[in-house]
């Protein structure tokens, strides 16, 4: 059963370009958080989604950021016109319901870098 | 709101040494998750082990336990009989458990170096 997969691992963009991190779930879970982790710093949760809708977007930033989790392939985080701020790991995870722990399970991070 | 504080930025432990890592935690649900997470060098998240807050025993998963003093709020991780493999950051993270699929709340993490 494979992990939580994402690609690329690596992303360099310049300043204004658009920057797309893919997440494929774990087989047979529907939910998919997405977190971004500055250096030295704790993960912070962006959005929450399920297929096809989003559950909490409390944590992401109102403007050039989005996210998409259609029916069929992998989740999608979108940073339209990246600034170097949005240097950092980013981090999907997934998960699913009625289990005592409802753990989350991590991909291995994209590492964005902003020129 | 959750909150998460590890104290500790980086800790140095002997090898084979037992070494504790301290988290204390914010909440004001009654019901909730904690979870211990490691990151080695190369970034991955592994997932160590869970304490539920209405547990009555630690939680242990071999060579990791977890210190839970719920009226202290502390999740105070312990690892015994360190090894090299084990040098890497660790963050301290929670969610309320009674909603099941809550995003995670992460403490800013502490870096642990294992010493030959």
């Known amino acids: 059963n494979a992990g939580v997969m994402q690609n690329p691992r690596h992303l360099v963009r310049r300043r204004g370009q658009e920057a797309r991190l893919r997440c494929s779930p774990m087989?047979?879970?529907?939910?998919v958080y997405w977190y971004r982790q500055l250096p030295e710093e704790g993960l912070k949760f962006m959005v929450y989604?399920?297929?096809?809708?989003?559950?909490?977007e409390s944590g992401m930033p109102k403007e050039r950021f989005s996210a998409e989790f259609p029916k069929e392939g992998p989740s999608i985080l979108r940073i339209q016109q990246v600034v170097r701020g949005d240097s950092a790991a980013y981090f999907c995870?997934?998960?699913?319901?009625?289990?005592?722990?409802?753990?989350?399970?991590f991909g291995p991070g994209t590492r964005l870098t902003v020129l | 709101a959750q909150k998460i504080t590890q104290t500790q930025p980086g800790m140095f432990v002997q090898e084979k040494e037992a070494v504790t890592l301290d988290c204390t935690y914010d909440t004001s649900d009654q019901s909730y998750g904690l979870f211990w997470y490691k990151q080695p060098s190369s970034g991955e998240m592994i997932f160590l082990i869970y304490?539920?807050?209405?547990?009555?025993q630690n939680a242990t998963e071999g060579r990791y336990s977890l210190n839970f003093q719920k009226a202290r709020k502390s999740a105070n991780l312990v690892i015994s009989a360190s090894q090299l493999g084990d040098s890497a950051m660790y963050f301290c993270a929670m969610r309320p458990a009674y909603s099941g699929n809550t995003p995670l709340v992460f403490g800013k993490g502490t870096r642990l170096s294992v010493i030959a």
């Open positions: 087989k047979g879970h529907s939910h």
């Open positions: 304490q539920g807050s209405y547990d009555e």
């Open positions: 989604l399920q297929k096809e809708n989003i559950i909490d």
């Open positions: 995870a997934s998960g699913t319901s009625g289990g005592r722990i409802n753990e989350q399970f």
